[in-house]
């Protein structure tokens, strides 16, 4: 098993440019996330999804898009890269036991991504 | 909402030294998560442990240890006689019963030196 994968591992835009980060887990998990990582800072929950089709709002979700049509793919998009975009983000897996919605989260290796 | 803190920032000491790791957390739930993750300086943040709230039990895992204390919300990390690879920032983290995130402290750097 790959685990959770993340393309690309670094990425420089520039203010106003889109990209799309891409997430995959082989690990038949229903549960994935996106969070962000700034500089001397824990993590910070963007977008989550429960299963293929569904998506919600984490604590940080304005710049961001996500869609969920697989159970292994979770991209997330940025539209108009902004510098306060500038971060390290990570896609992270769960499968929580019936009738929990937490659990261990298996983090990929993380996007670290400069808007210039 | 869940809080976590973790008030030492930086540690740093000589190998073969043991290092504690404080973590306090703040929550309303009667049922919670916590958890540790590494992230050595390559990035990638590794799962250490997960503990339930309902279960109190101390652990150790090789020279890694863990000690939950519910009366004072905290769960505290110990590397024993640590190791330069020891070397990374750790995380506490947090997440009540129906919570889909993690709540993370904002992670202590710990540098052993050789």
């Known amino acids: 098993n790959a685990g959770v994968t993340q393309t690309p591992k670094f990425r420089i835009l520039k203010i106003g440019q889109s990209m799309t980060l891409q997430c995959t887990q082989d690990m038949n998990h229903n549960y994935m996330y996106w969070y962000r990582q700034d500089p001397g800072m824990g993590l910070k929950l963007i977008y989550y999804s429960v299963g293929a089709g569904i998506t919600d709002k984490g604590e940080v979700p304005n710049g961001y898009n996500v869609s969920r049509s697989t159970t292994e793919d979770f991209p997330l998009r940025l539209e108009l890269a902004a510098p306060s975009q500038t971060s390290v983000y990570f896609c992270a897996s769960s499968y929580p036991e019936r009738g929990r919605n937490t659990d261990t989260q298996y983090f990929g290796p993380g996007t670290r991504l400069t808007v210039l | 909402a869940q809080k976590v803190t973790q008030a030492q920032t930086e540690i740093s000491v000589v190998e073969k030294e043991d290092v504690t790791l404080d973590c306090v957390y703040e929550t309303r739930d009667t049922t919670y998560y916590l958890f540790w993750y590494k992230q050595p300086p390559s990035g990638e943040l590794v799962f250490l442990i997960r503990?339930?709230?309902?279960?109190?039990q101390n652990e150790i895992s090789g020279r890694y240890s863990w000690n939950f204390q519910k009366s004072t919300s905290s769960f505290n990390f110990t590397i024993t006689a640590s190791q330069v690879v020891d070397s990374a920032v750790y995380f506490c983290?947090?997440?009540?019963?129906?919570?889909?995130?993690?709540?993370f402290g904002a992670g202590t750097t710990v540098t052993v030196r050789a």
């Open positions: 503990r339930n709230s309902f279960d109190e």
């Open positions: 983290a947090l997440s009540g019963f129906n919570d889909y995130k993690l709540s």
